[in-house]
């Protein structure tokens, strides 16, 4: 029977030193990241049967557990992947808000003061001084459209930077991960069924911390490694092997970074980035296509739409030396991007077969669009902004949206080309005048009714009938002279085709010539009017009120927006976004500290606790050496019967 409570005393005094040595571990981890408390995990011995019964044979420590919730951890890990995207997405997207809606860097005061320029040249299309102020206008303006466009490039470049240091950043994680497997594989294979908490827990919180970097799901293996996949399910751990993820260049747009995996034999394949979500990486690639590609595209839809109507009004007139007015931008072109990668196919003739031009800026979009060649001369061409399909199987050429796209020559079967109408524009668009003369304020036609008219007709100033080319015979001289009865009347002049007895309406348009003019009134028979060209137009200005008017016109999205509109658009959008963003941040930080929270509660430690823990096994300790010590009393006691 001593050696029975001496056994037991024995085992008691043993269960309870490793409760002290597990409580001790836990409190001296109290502040260790990714540390779970830990409990001994205690069973009785065997009983002894006895005629009297079963005999208790005292305890034994079975395991040491750590207290640990999947369900809570993969709660924290979703909450704090996402927080970890609106926080990367936030902290790029306020750059642009802060771009576009400052008063000295943004877009709206420059456009203000190059209309102010226009408009002071319309008030007095005479004056060199008001001409050299428009054009110091147009340079500023345009200098505001660059430096814009610059600006955005560098943020570009930034989350370039970013890209390659977050995935150097994954790499290393995933890297660790697989060493953890291995030591788990073999730490847990010595003593097969004990975990290894502390690895375990070092290996957690590596998953936590890639998973801030990149959204993660995990897949735990029979023989305790962990499998550890990004995104939608790409596998970055398996066993103790990593693979390593990489920065490349697109294949459908060399300048642009793309992320790809890599592959065994050697080389990278690049993964779609929709299905890079989640963390840092995840918020820097949706940041540049939700926000940062739609930005720039329709900064440089305003630049070509600015360039494009301008030029054609300002070609519809006259400069001070009486000669039709030429471009007053250099109008940025849409850019055709053929990668030649790999997947793309070699073409038959030179990899600049496509073209694209502007055909209507008041219809381009803020989209990119690709071009497939199926073969037999067919091409199909997607919208990539909403994934539609603008032409099907098709030949071209093809106006869509704005754009009029040909091809010569023919490229290989499956080869794919990138268009980007607008996304380089605004750094492209420049200046095309010099010469403040050179600015065609005046109409080139000019009106005027015969010295001996005797009816009450009156003729209007004429305009141009646009778009540009103008008529040939523009500025070639016209007579109309009214019949009798002044009903109708008869035209004369090169180009006209010299009609008789045309049918008059007071107040109705009369074009020839690529010009359009009213007479109204009542005209008598014989009255004699003139449209020639203008000779003295040094101080007309109805081409420049024209120009004026592009301000409010509605030139772009269709004839919905102006200029300004347009532009104002754009800030709205950046600033919902990114107000959007922030808001969701916000509460996804909340959601986040509850995840935290319920996981702590859980495998967190708490010291008052432990400290009374540490109490309960110092008794239990102090109790067992009790019983041994009472053990070994009964023995001498018994000893001293046989002497």
């Not at 053929?338 to 800026?361: D, E, K, M």
């Not at 009798?484 to 180009?495: E, I, K, S």
Request: glycine share 12%; aromatic share 6%.
């Amino acid at each position: 029977m001593g050696t029975s409570i001496f056994n037991i005393g024995v085992s008691g005094l043993a269960a309870a030193q490793a409760g002290l040595l597990t409580t001790g571990h836990n409190i001296s981890n109290a502040s260790t990241p990714g540390f779970n408390r830990q409990q001994i995990v205690q069973s009785t011995n065997t009983p002894q049967f006895t005629g009297a019964g079963y005999f208790g044979q005292g305890t034994s420590v079975t395991t040491v557990k750590r207290i640990y919730s999947q369900f809570l951890a993969s709660q924290t890990l979703t909450a704090q992947t996402r927080l970890a995207e609106l926080n990367a997405y936030a902290d790029q997207i306020r750059q642009i808000d802060g771009l576009l809606a400052d008063a000295s860097a943004g877009l709206s005061s420059a456009l203000d003061d190059f209309f102010r320029g226009v408009h002071e040249v319309a008030a007095n299309p005479s004056s060199i001084p008001a001409r050299q102020s428009m054009l110091s206008m147009a340079q500023a303006l345009v200098g505001r459209f660059q430096g814009a466009d610059g600006r955005l490039n560098e943020i570009r470049d930034g989350v370039d930077t970013q890209l390659a240091s977050t995935v150097a950043d994954i790499n290393s994680y995933t890297t660790q991960i697989a060493q953890l497997n291995q030591r788990i594989i073999l730490a847990q294979a010595a003593g097969p069924g004990q975990p290894a908490n502390d690895l375990l827990d070092q290996r957690d919180q590596l998953v936590t911390d890639l998973n801030q970097l990149v959204r993660v799901t995990t897949l735990t293996e029979s023989d305790g490694s962990l499998s550890v996949f990004v995104g939608n399910g790409q596998a970055v751990v398996v066993g103790a092997q990593s693979f390593g993820l990489a920065t490349m260049q697109a294949g459908d747009d060399p300048t642009r970074m793309a992320v790809g995996i890599a592959l065994a034999g050697g080389g990278t394949a690049a993964l779609p980035e929709a299905m890079l979500t989640g963390g840092a990486l995840g918020g820097l690639l949706a940041f540049r296509r939700e926000s940062l590609d739609p930005a720039q595209n329709a900064l440089g839809r305003i630049a070509i739409g600015l360039a494009e109507t301008f030029n054609a009004q300002h070609r519809l007139g006259q400069d001070l030396t009486g000669a039709l007015g030429g471009d007053f931008f250099n109008a940025p072109v849409p850019q055709v991007i053929y990668p030649g990668s790999p997947a793309n196919p070699a073409p038959l003739a030179a990899p600049g077969t496509v073209s694209a031009a502007v055909s209507s800026a008041s219809d381009l979009t803020t989209s990119d669009y690709r071009l497939t060649y199926d073969g037999g001369g067919n091409y199909t061409l997607l919208r990539l902004s909403d994934n539609t399909t603008l032409v099907n199987n098709a030949a071209l050429p093809a106006s869509v949206d704005g754009l009029a796209i040909s091809v010569a020559g023919e490229p290989g079967v499956g080869a794919s080309f990138l268009i980007q109408p607008t996304r380089s524009a605004a750094s492209d668009i420049a200046l095309a005048l010099t010469d403040a003369r050179s600015i065609a304020a005046a109409a080139p036609i000019r009106t005027a009714a015969g010295n001996g008219n005797t009816g009450s007709g009156s003729i209007s100033a004429g305009s141009v009938n646009g778009p540009p080319p103008v008529n040939a015979n523009l500025t070639q001289t016209v007579t109309i002279t009214f019949d009798n009865p002044p009903t109708t009347f008869d035209v004369a002049g090169t180009g006209t085709g010299n009609p008789a007895n045309v049918a008059f309406t007071a107040g109705g348009d009369i074009t020839y010539n690529g010009w359009t003019i009213r007479i109204g009134g009542a005209p008598a028979a014989g009255d004699v009017f003139t449209i020639s060209a203008n000779g003295a137009g040094v101080s007309d200005n109805r081409n420049a009120l024209l120009l004026a008017g592009l301000q409010t016109g509605k030139t772009l999205a269709g004839g919905t927006a102006s200029y300004q509109s347009a532009y104002a658009q754009i800030v709205s959008d950046v600033g919902n976004k990114t107000r959007e963003v922030q808001v969701t941040a916000t509460a996804q930080e909340s959601v986040l500290k509850q995840a935290e929270d319920a996981r702590q509660s859980l495998s967190g430690v708490n010291l008052d606790e432990e400290a009374a823990n540490l109490l309960r096994y110092q008794q239990a300790y102090q109790a067992s050496g009790k019983m041994i010590e009472i053990a070994s009393k009964l023995f001498d006691t018994l000893l001293a019967l046989g002497r």
